[in-house]
C-alpha cells in the first residue's frame, strides 16, 4: 500500500513540475520574457514545490506529524538563523516572483521610478532575480526588485520621453539652466 502512495505521490510531484514549467513558459512568451530569468522563475518554483512533495510524502507514509514538526521547526530555526542577515535576499527572490508574474513593464520601456530624492529614469535592459536594471544613457542603475514594488513607476511614452544625457534636447536643457 505505501508503494502505490508513494507512486502516486512521484507521479503527481512530476505532473505539477511540468504543468508549472508549461505555464512559466507560456507566461514568459506571452509577455516577451528573457529566458535567463524564467528559467530562475522556473527553479525557485520548482524548489518550493518539491520541499511541498517531500512534505506530503513524509506524512503519507506514516511519519507521526509530532515528529515531522519537530524536525521541520528545528531545521527552519537553524536555516532562519543562518539567513536572518540575509532577508534581503529572500525578499528580492520574492519580488523577482511578483514582478514576474504581474510587473505591468517589460525589457525596452522607457519609465520613470517615482522617487523623491533621486531621478530614476530610463529604459529597463533586463530584469533578473534580484534587480531591476535601467539604461540611463551611459550609466546602468541597478534598482532593487523590492524598492521597484513599492515605489511608483511611469511609463514614459512619446512626449512624455524624457532626453537622454549627451542628446541634443538635454544639451539644450543643460545649456538654458547654466
Known sequence: MKFLITLSV????????GFVARTIEKIGANKSVN?????????????????FFL??????????????????????AVIG??????????????????IFFS???????????VDKDDDISGVIEEITLFH??????????????TLILQKAVVKLTGADKLPLPGTEAGQEGQEGGS
Not at 81 to 98: D, E, G, Y
Not at 103 to 113: I, Q, S, W
Not at 133 to 143: A, H, M, S
Open 10 to 17: 512521484v507521479i503527481a510531484y512530476f505532473l505539477m513540475l
Open 35 to 51: 529566458t535567463y530569468r524564467i528559467k530562475y522563475i522556473s527553479k525557485t518554483l520548482n524548489l518550493s514545490i518539491t520541499a
Open 55 to 76: 512534505i506530503v510524502l513524509l506524512m503519507l507514509l506514516g511519519i507521526e506529524y509530532s515528529q515531522l514538526s519537530v524536525f521541520l521547526s528545528s531545521m527552519f
Open 81 to 98: 538563523v543562518a539567513l536572518f542577515a540575509q532577508w534581503s535576499i529572500l525578499s528580492n527572490i520574492t519580488a523577482s516572483l511578483i
Open 103 to 113: 510587473f505591468p513593464y517589460r525589457v525596452g520601456d522607457a519609465v520613470k521610478v
Open 132 to 145: 531591476v536594471l535601467i539604461r540611463q544613457g551611459e550609466n546602468l542603475i541597478t534598482y532593487p526588485n
